[in-house]
């Protein structure tokens, strides 16, 4: 069964990483550069998971996809924060029918 | 123990309403709209996961990468791919280092 | 001669309209909104711009810009700066040669 | 009078660059690599506009939204268009009044 597993380790890399020697990994260095980065990279492969959908390359668009959710991790883990709470908050959607969230998005943004 | 459950769930759901009518759901109307208005959502989520990172609002962090999410699913389900494709490239990748990592970033991008 | 004045009165109208009633145009709703309104247009409108040159679509990209320039004039007259401070800066950076400002944008990103 | 003249000198270097040797210059080297390099440019100088917004920092935002604009422009000069014709588009839209131009988007979008 595939589950969260691979999530939860990538999780706890995340955390270990953002004290780590700035050197020792593509992750730390993207932490000792700040959450500014870290949002800019978000902002990149949004932008890459558009152009693989434009493309309409699945396989370009799987790996752009993890790259995204990849990064959302680390901003996630920057603010102690983690896949679990997205979860959790998924979950809490799942009793709210499609028309209802669209109407609470609505009268929120 | 959280899992993947609620990700296979929603994307069932997801899947149904990619033919139902474009007034009976939020995600069927946006379907109907085409993929470049679930393109543009996603641009508007990740800028809403950037500015709530900006506010250092941690609540508000996890709803917007929810959402951010929950429109990369909607985007894969139209390309017939869907969560366990991102988890398996998230596992795939376990094997390689971060600056490895980095190297082949630096090598396709 | 085409010049910037259709810019300077299109900022003029902007800043009018930063204190107008909400209901009055579209530039007064979206002031009336907020900071964060504006930006998540810039992001979309950057959507956009990339999806109309993913299509190669000429005019539908000529559109794109100027909606995401026109936001982009929201966003300064929002802090009180405008498109001669941009104009003034692009002249700023035409003594710096194209490798020196990629040093320059290395060194300060 | 600050006018487009530089916003016209700069097009210009664009287009020479668009064949010039990848290696010779920053704007070359980003040609080189094609529309999506320029697209992801795009995304990357959008987010950091919002990230200089968030931050209130009015010198920033000028200078990141110059970026933008360059960008613009050098995917404008990729698809044989440029500033004069996203100034006729503003020109063409000063026509229309605010309410009128929103409801236009709300049918285009």
Known sequence: ???LEVLH???KILVERKTAAPDSSYV???YAKGIDSICK???EEAAETI???KDGDR???VHE???LWFHSLMLLAQFDVGVDDVVAE???REGISGIDEKKRRGAEK
Request: no cysteine; net charge positive.
């Open 90 to 92: 998924f979950r809490r």
């Open 9 to 11: 380790r990538l999780q």
């Open 65 to 67: 996809v993890t790259d």
């Open 51 to 53: 152009m693989a959908a």
């Open 41 to 43: 990279k978000i902002a």
């Open 59 to 61: 396989l370009h668009l």
């Open 1 to 3: 069964m595939i589950d």
């Open 28 to 30: 730390a260095s993207l």
